[in-house]
Each structure stands twice: as C-alpha cells, then as structure tokens.
C-alpha cells in the first residue's frame, strides 16, 4: 500500500478493537542492491504526538472510516 506525506490514515487495534486516527509524517525509501523497501512514519494522537513506524502497530491501517466499518461488519459476521 502506498500513503502520502500528510495523509491521515485509521488503524483498528487488534488488541483491544478500538480505531485511532493516525497521520503519516515521514516516508523513508531503503534501496539496497537486492530490493527497495517503502515504509512510514506515522504520528499518534496522543498528548506529545508520538511517531512510530506504520510497520510496528499490530494492525491494519485503512484510509478511510467507510473501510473500517466494513472491516468491522465482516469481522462480526464471520464471528
């Protein structure tokens, strides 16, 4: 998936379902002689507006609410 510099993306936590807007302040690009890797830097919504890597949060990340109500139907369906 690719994400823009700026874009606000929603993450539903696996852990505990709850869906956290969160908005995508660094792109990095890693080219080695094998591959190039794309990953991203996003910031929290909390108090000090944490940064952490997209890569590192144990979800999916949706770019719009829309798709994240139809994740959640279809997770409650199939359960």
Known sequence: MSFSVGQV???FMNKNRAVIPVQVVEEVTRK???ESTVSYIVSLPDKDRSTISLDEIDSAPFSSLDSVRDHMIKNAKDA
């Open 9 to 11: 993306l929603y993450v």
């Open 32 to 34: 080695t002689l094998d």
